[in-house]
């Protein structure tokens, strides 16, 4: 089973609005993934947890949150956000081999975000 | 800093002939290679992966893709399309930081003619 699942599918919210985003996986994979996707664009990485810990932050602007309160579950908290933050959000996990060696990353559905 | 370089925005082929969709990197050590695929609105499946061993890769749906370290390319192909593979098909390379993010290419967009 690869299967990363992601709630909400689809997120309507005001600027001044706080949300959340929340990501799944029972794989026993320990790193996991936020990227965010703009319209025929690629993903671009947003932070990356490893067991847990927050390891890379992309110089993401602090209206988003990242949480990880265990190793299956990955959550972004958002809070007044703009209307340019309107993009799918993927989460990923993979295993996080010792040795920096690097594993799949599987992705999830995605969270289609609509800032107004 | 890696990086991925997919040459062909878009690209029409007529369903039931061959397809490769071309993608060049740049990295200082051996690179760790993915293809992925996401149909409209979804999220990506990965295709197919090469870490190391045979640069020849098989991955799902009938895709292949060969790595040519000598051209630091690493080209994705199909003897057959159908028209259930119109898509956008992403390149990607990750880094070498532990758990690190994936760098992807600009992405292919396929289109299948009947």
């Known amino acids: 089973d690869t299967e990363v699942t992601q709630t909400p599918k689809h997120l309507v919210m005001g600027m001044t609005n706080k949300k959340s985003l929340k990501c799944e996986q029972h794989?026993?994979?320990?790193?996991m993934y936020w990227y965010k996707q703009k319209a025929k664009k690629p993903p671009e990485l947003m932070f990356v947890y490893s067991y847990e810990k927050l390891s890379i932050n992309e110089s993401v602007p602090s209206r988003f949150s990242p949480e990880c309160p265990n190793s299956s579950l990955l959550n972004l908290h958002l809070h007044a956000l703009q209307p340019e933050d309107s993009a799918l959000y993927l989460c990923?996990?993979?295993?996080?081999?010792?040795?920096?060696?690097?594993?799949?990353?599987?992705f999830g559905p995605g969270t289609r975000l609509l800032v107004l | 800093a890696q990086s991925v370089t997919q040459p062909d925005i878009h690209i029409t082929v007529s369903e039931g002939a061959s397809l490769e969709l071309r993608c060049n990197y740049s990295?200082?050590?051996?690179?760790?290679l993915f293809w992925y695929v996401q149909s409209p609105g979804q999220g990506l499946q990965l295709l197919l992966k090469?870490?190391?061993?045979?640069?020849l890769v098989q991955g799902i749906k009938g895709f292949e893709a060969e790595f040519k370290r000598s051209q630091s390319s690493f080209n994705l192909r199909k003897p057959s399309v159908h028209w259930s593979d119109a898509a956008e098909y992403f390149c990607a390379v990750v880094g070498n930081r532990g758990a690190d993010g994936l760098t992807f290419g600009k992405g292919t967009h396929l289109i299948i003619q009947p």
């Open positions: 090469y870490f190391s061993g045979d640069t």
């Open positions: 990295y200082g050590a051996t690179p760790y």
């Open positions: 990923a996990s993979s295993q996080d081999l010792a040795g920096g060696f690097q594993e799949t990353q599987y």
């Open positions: 794989m026993g994979h320990r790193a």
